[in-house]
């Protein structure tokens, strides 16, 4: 007797008619319903979005988004994503929901140290810097190695999506905005050129972790500035539910603990206010009457009569794990030909971009940065334990926001308004950080003040509360 022991071929279980393939949350499915699954989910996020920010009524003009590309995976696949749902929009009914302004953020330095680059292996050009740079997260994220994009990278990339305009902005364009107190942070040497100010300003930072976690933040100022050149509402960044979980921890690690819920959920954010425009006591009435508006669609609050003092910053793919990301990046294709072709370890499903997603071989472990530690932690999470990565970043978004403390203080100048949001990052200071950090750590209270020089010459010391904790710890180590 003959048995016949060739095994029957799996059947997608989602659409019951082709053959299932791939692996997702448990079930065997086909790569058509492996994409499909990934771009409903980042679509109903983005559904979400635009019932909170356009509003009690319908706008009458597409809303405008800028989306923050890192050229890393994660962001791809987010721009991918929308620009077929509006290709798809545009077929259908001629009339698009929204608008794409692609935005790339060109750390046009290495912020390395030079013993730094001997040590560690950069991430290739296209590596994914979001985690929330920034950028997955920042919304592109900068970390200590990533290698300058080519300008062959950026042609390839204008090339897989030849209908939208990627803008690039340099950070080292962020070095005089106002937006920053730049009087807390390491001094600038303005003979230099903006590139080589940088790297500059970079090397008096005192350690990897610090300079990760600044270029992060000045990552963002240039989104916001981005977002007002172009007259974009919202911030859409690329960030998975691995990369929130990372971001939650690291957050932690270094002392923003007071403000994760404001990186990590979605919503509004207070946009950073102008150090010179910080000085009237009326700026008080303005942005408090200002955050009341922002669940309003900007039409509304032009038609009130007050400017907009925040940003809508969201995460589409919240629910989408970065390995998932890389198996949807390895089976679509954009006009141009299949989207792995930008990331050369996605050509194999069986090596889903290891390498980039642990940032390469380590020789020496001392100026690994403390985001880069996390990443490698959670990667292996993700792939033994991902309903715990999941968890983390829904226990984050049960966590409330609180505004910004706006409050004013008698100087010699008169009466100016208190900096109750931080200077650097731009989350509203927890009164109590300096006592539930400093003060365990036994840190004396004396370093909070800054020795300042006035006008005439004279001498006076100045509190220095105007860095919430983390980002003191960034700044001086």
Not at 73 to 82: E, M, R
Not at 325 to 342: E, N
Request: with cysteine; charged share 20%.
């Amino acid at each position: 007797m003959v048995t016949n022991t060739t095994a029957a071929t799996p059947v997608c279980t989602r659409c019951k008619e082709q053959e299932g393939v791939l692996d997702l949350r448990s079930d065997l499915v086909c790569r058509t319903c492996f994409a499909t699954f990934v771009a409903s989910k980042t679509i109903k996020r983005l559904e979400v979005l635009q019932r909170e920010t356009r509003g009690t009524k319908l706008t009458s003009r597409p809303q405008r988004y800028l989306l923050a590309l890192s050229r890393g995976p994660s962001s791809t696949a987010l721009l991918h994503i929308l620009d077929e749902n509006v290709r798809r929009q545009r077929e259908k009914s001629g009339r698009v929901k929204f608008e794409l302004v692609v935005v790339f953020v060109d750390i046009d330095v290495d912020v390395k140290q030079p013993e730094e680059r001997k040590t560690t292996t950069s991430q290739p050009p296209g590596s994914d810097a979001t985690s929330p740079t920034p950028t997955n997260g920042t919304a592109t994220r900068a970390c200590a190695g990533t290698a300058r994009p080519s300008s062959e990278s950026a042609d390839t990339f204008a090339a897989h999506f030849p209908e939208l305009t990627i803008h690039t902005v340099l950070l080292s364009s962020i070095l005089s905005s106002p937006a920053i107190d730049w009087s807390l942070l390491p001094s600038q040497n303005t003979s230099l050129a903006p590139s080589q100010r940088l790297a500059d300003f970079f090397a008096r930072l005192p350690s990897a972790s610090a300079r990760a976690d600044v270029s992060r933040l000045l990552i963002r100022h240039a989104l916001y500035a981005a977002a007002l050149a172009h007259e974009c509402a919202v911030i859409l960044l690329g960030y998975t539910t691995t990369a929130l979980a990372e971001l939650t921890l690291s957050e932690a690690a270094k002392g923003r603990g007071f403000g994760i819920p404001w990186f990590v959920n979605d919503g509004a954010f207070p946009l950073p206010r102008a150090v010179d425009l910080d000085q009237a006591v009326s700026s008080i009435a303005d942005v408090s009457r200002g955050l009341a508006y922002t669940g309003l669609a900007d039409d509304e609050i032009a038609s009130a009569g007050h400017p907009p003092t925040s940003i809508h910053i969201y995460s589409p793919l919240r629910e989408i794990f970065r390995k998932e990301v890389l198996t949807y990046l390895s089976i679509v294709s954009s006009p141009s030909g299949p989207l792995a072709a930008l990331f050369p370890s996605l050509s194999t499903p069986q090596n889903q971009g290891a390498d980039e997603r642990s940032g390469g071989a380590v020789v020496s472990h001392r100026d690994l940065s403390l985001d880069d530690v996390v990443t490698r932690f959670f990667t292996d999470a993700e792939a033994s334990y991902p309903s715990v990565v999941a968890n983390v970043v829904r226990t984050t978004g049960k966590l409330n926001r609180l505004t910004p403390v706006l409050t004013t203080q008698q100087t010699d100048a008169g009466a100016q308004v208190a900096g109750r949001q931080c200077r650097l990052c731009g989350v509203g200071l927890d009164p109590l950080g300096d006592e539930r950090w400093k003060g365990e750590i036994g840190e004396v209270d004396v370093i909070a003040s800054n020795i300042v020089s006035d006008a005439d010459g004279s001498v006076r010391a100045e509190r220095r509360g105007r860095l919430c904790y983390g980002c003191e710890r960034s700044v001086r180590g």
